[in-house]
């Protein structure tokens, strides 16, 4: 099946500072891509939707000058958690769309912010 | 809107015994339903999916029909083993403003005992 990777797989960084996470489809091209946040135990939750070439749309809550998305290229698009504090601290995960509309996750970002 | 309802867990099993994990939907149109399998620390893997009602997705020994009467979408496995110990996702993805915009169930645990 398709591969979906993410990098890094855990980050440890301070309170303030900024991390950039990215999710790369790795043997096909996703015009869709999709950021989710997971909390211990819990579901899902969808950010936003990546579109290449365009502004992302993010979900009702989230803050899109906090969560910074970029979707530069059909393999790749980048998470970047601005002024990163304690609540933010997570397991983020990317999925990427087939053409087909199959979705395909990402292992998953552990963030701790300290 | 869409919402996909999953039986609360955890769903504590012995070694061989049969599994049922009970999913039922809300949604416009006719969207695909999806089951996904998340083993600690990993993001989620697809395990099988239906696209049309009366479609039965299968893989490893799971199976799921899609009821388009019942709007339910039950996973169930024959036998199952310690290694299917994980948290399984209801999930479909539907037609939502030109885009298919997926969505969740809260996830089951299921823990196989030896």
């Known amino acids: 099946g398709a591969v979906v990777s993410q990098h890094p797989s855990w980050v440890i960084c301070k309170s303030g500072t900024s991390v950039k996470i990215e999710c790369r489809s790795l043997d096909f091209q996703a015009t869709t891509m999709f950021w989710y946040r997971q909390f211990p135990k819990q579901s899902l939750m969808l950010m936003a939707t990546s579109n290449e070439g365009s502004k992302a749309t993010y979900e009702q809550g989230v803050e899109k000058d906090k969560f910074l998305i970029n979707h530069a290229s059909l393999t790749l698009s980048t998470l970047t958690v601005t002024s990163a504090h304690p609540e933010d601290s997570s397991f983020y995960i990317c999925?990427?769309?087939?053409?087909?509309?199959?979705?395909?996750f990402g292992p998953g970002t552990r963030l701790t912010v300290t | 809107g869409n919402s996909v309802t999953q039986m609360e867990g955890p769903v504590t099993l012995s070694e061989e015994a049969f599994l049922t994990i009970n999913c039922t939907y809300t949604?416009?149109?006719?969207?695909?339903l999806f089951w996904y399998v998340q083993y600690p620390g990993e993001g989620l893997q697809l395990l099988l999916k239906?696209?049309?009602?009366?479609d039965k997705g299968s893989n490893k020994g799971f199976e799921a029909t899609y009821r388009k009467e019942t709007t339910s979408f039950h996973l169930e496995k024959g036998s199952v083993q310690v290694s299917d110990s994980a948290v399984y996702f209801c999930a479909l993805s539907s037609q939502s403003g030109g885009s298919y915009i997926p969505t969740f169930g809260r996830g089951t645990s299921l823990i196989v005992h030896p």
């Open positions: 239906a696209t049309k009602a009366d």
């Open positions: 999925s990427a769309r087939t053409s087909g509309y199959e979705q395909y």
């Open positions: 949604a416009t149109g006719y969207p695909s």
